[in-house]
């Protein structure tokens, strides 16, 4: 666990040879809603097939998906078998700063 920035950085290593991003997010969402009251997915990155969501232009030398979720309320980060799978999440539970 870290926390770079604004987000916790949370880590999940796997050994299943199946896993897919359905399997990953459920993963996340669950270690995910330990950490956040009403945690919402604002962003996901497929390593696997290189598609991530939304997607934007990188952005200050970060993924555009990392930096359009810090911008919009995005608070722990998860990341699934060393960044195979990525997932950002906002509390919303917690009003807009």
Not at 36 to 53: F, Q, S, T
Request: aromatic share 8%; proline share 4%.
């Amino acid at each position: 666990m870290s926390k770079t920035g604004k987000l916790l950085t949370l880590k999940i290593n796997i050994e299943e040879s199946s896993l897919t991003l359905s399997l990953a997010r459920k993963l996340a969402d669950d270690l995910a809603s330990g950490s956040l009251a009403e945690p919402m997915l604002v962003a996901w990155y497929d390593g696997i097939k290189g598609e991530e969501h939304p997607h934007v232009h990188e952005c200050q030398s970060k993924p555009g998906w990392i930096a359009y979720a810090e911008g919009h309320g995005g608070r722990v980060r998860i990341d699934v078998n060393e960044g195979l799978y990525g997932f950002i999440y906002a509390d919303a539970g917690e009003p807009a700063a």
